[in-house]
């Protein structure tokens, strides 16, 4: 079986590393700033978002007016065969194959 051996990028010794994860004692104004920062780019993502909801939401009610504009409406066509297979259609010419020609 073979072993497997972590590789670290970082050429550190073991005392560096330990003393590099020790948070870093920053000032209160730095902080405080990145916080305000934080908190302003937070709130014109909410602002964003809601914003995109709102013309999501818009675009679909557009949609639904615009395809509703439309009148559908059914008809229905009686049809008929004889027996040699020529199809007579009411309300309408119906070309079907060579057999419909000339009888429309």
């Known amino acids: 079986m073979k072993e497997s051996k972590m590789v670290e990028n970082s050429p550190r010794t073991g ?3 330990a003393e590099s994860s020790k948070p870093i004692n920053v000032p209160f104004v730095v902080y405080e700033a990145a916080q305000s920062r934080l908190e302003r ?14 013309l999501l939401v818009g675009s679909n009610v557009a949609w639904l007016i ?3 504009s439309f009148e559908y409406f059914e008809t229905s066509i009686e049809a008929e ?8 259609v009411g ?10 020609e000339g009888n429309n």
């Open 41 to 54: 780019v937070i709130k014109r993502l909410w602002i964003t978002t809601i914003i995109l909801i709102v």
């Open 66 to 68: 615009y395809e509703s």
């Open 91 to 100: 309300g309408g010419d119906v070309t079907y194959g060579a057999e419909s």
């Open 15 to 17: 005392t560096e590393r």
């Open 81 to 88: 065969q004889d027996g040699e297979g020529v199809n007579i």
